[in-house]
């Protein structure tokens, strides 16, 4: 009937009129229109980004944040000699957060941009790694059985780290009187084989800051005791971008003396899409100069440490734009502002008699709960993220880590876009939801596991 395929009414096409999932490559073309109305149909059925306080992940730029992503999608970050420009860009930003964490000397710095926080907590592992395997030959000693400790609590990033390098994983596990790693116990871990340990500034499961400045004061007391020099990290994922504007007090970052590293989420309280991270090191004799390559590529030669090679450069591009758009009054505003929806919400969850606070959001913008003992064997946690899904958020209910692996919690990330409006509307469902589920007469059967946590 239609001899251009164009003019064809929208969902006549072939494509919209007939199955769109291709486990194979299609023959033959299709319109650009047809294709993108095919993707973008099917993923309708995705959850609302904006109401989905599982993640940390950004989900929300302005217009011209947009617009910089759209001009810049086709930059190799890797091809530093086509694309010098970047290059700079993404040495201002390491540069910037070296400044943030009160690096000793900003001409000693050095940092590098990543995927993400993942590929950042792997890179200073293995500078980590390198350094006591290079302090060990200068000795004259064994190089084998290298182990890193860190809380239960630490991301799912650390356990690959320490799998794919052979790096023995030595977790503190969090207890009911110590729910985050402080040092107590510490000497009971390290021996002359541990190339570091890991403290969280923002850990996943409760949003919670460990003390840097007790656990280092503990190696302190270690080493003049074994003549141990351990060295720290710190994974900032989350925290990194928020202590510096709402708590630039703590001690935290470089300022204390055993902190070597430190990575964060540039897409997480960093406020750009994913993905994007950084670490950053003390000075550049922390970072070993033979994990540095020096590549010849595309013309010219050049210096990387990195997992991944060929990678996007937008990502870089829109954390700066954050840096010159925000400065240090924009993004301590946002981060506030999150975290008064933190408290606002975490406020109402612990005035419903069925719920204790574990954290109420005044580290990072984040917050669990869990229910309160005795208070009801007909429902769980589970139940009530399953009833909030229903409403449209996603909401997660997880089992902690550690001697506190059987309390189930529940957590909300509250970010950039989760105004005091949502924040009434959901506070409102989880009351009317807990109203509910107290409400039943027999058992709720068991539901399926909700949304994950670790993002």
């Not at 876009?417 to 959901?426: F, I, N, Q």
Request: glycine share 8%; aromatic share 10%.
């Amino acid at each position: 009937m239609y001899q251009d395929e164009a003019l064809q009414p929208t969902f006549t096409r072939a494509g919209e009129a007939t199955t769109a999932r291709y486990n194979v490559i299609p023959e033959g073309e299709m319109l650009p229109e047809t294709a993108y109305r095919v993707i973008r149909d099917q993923t309708m059925l995705d959850g609302n980004a904006r109401l989905n306080l599982a993640t940390f992940v950004g989900t929300w730029m302005d217009d011209y944040a947009n617009r910089l992503a759209v001009d810049s999608a086709d930059k190799n970050m890797i091809d530093k000699d086509e694309y010098p420009a970047t290059a700079a860009i993404e040495e201002c930003c390491w540069r910037i957060l070296g400044d943030l964490w009160n690096v000793p000397d900003n001409d000693d710095v050095i940092g590098t941009s990543t995927i993400g926080s993942s590929e950042a907590c792997m890179l200073g592992g293995l500078a980590l790694k390198r350094r006591w395997q290079h302090a060990r030959r200068a000795a004259g000693k064994s190089t084998e059985k290298p182990n890193l400790i860190m809380s239960s609590a630490v991301q799912v990033c650390w356990e690959k780290f320490c799998n794919y390098f052979d790096v023995e994983m030595r977790l503190i596990p969090v207890t009911a009187e110590h729910p985050l790693m402080d040092g107590t116990g510490l000497e009971d871990y390290v021996d002359e084989n541990t190339i570091g340990v890991v403290a969280i500034v923002g850990v996943t499961y409760t949003g919670a800051y460990e003390p840097v400045k007790a656990i280092a004061a503990k190696l302190d007391e270690i080493q003049e005791k074994t003549g141990l020099d351990i060295p720290m990290h710190v994974d900032g994922a989350s925290g990194a971008m928020i202590a510096p504007f709402l708590q630039p007090d703590l001690e935290w970052d470089f300022r204390v003396e055993r902190v070597q590293s430190i990575n964060t989420s540039g897409h997480k309280y960093g406020l750009v899409y994913p993905g994007v991270g950084w670490v950053v090191w003390r000075n550049a004799a922390a970072l070993p100069d033979d994990l540095v390559f020096k590549v010849s590529y595309l013309g010219g030669s050049m210096p990387t440490f990195a997992l991944n090679f060929s990678r996007p450069g937008t990502q870089v591009l829109l954390q700066y734009f954050r840096f010159l758009r925000l400065g240090r009054a924009g993004y301590t505003a946002i981060q506030q502002a999150s975290q008064d929806v933190a408290v606002y919400i975490s406020s109402g969850v612990a005035e419903l008699d069925a719920f204790e606070l574990l954290s109420d959001g005044t580290d990072i913008p984040v917050f669990a709960w869990r229910l309160t003992p005795g208070h009801t064997d007909k429902w769980t946690l589970y139940h009530l993220s399953e009833r909030l899904r229903i409403k449209g958020w996603l909401v997660p209910a997880y089992p902690l880590s550690g001697e506190l692996l059987d309390q189930t919690v529940m957590r909300i990330v509250c970010r950039n876009g989760l105004s005091r409006d949502l924040a009434e509307d959901l506070l409102k469902d989880i009351r009317s939801e807990t109203e509910f589920l107290d409400s039943l007469e027999s058992p709720m059967p068991h539901p399926g596991i909700g949304p994950s946590f670790h993002h």
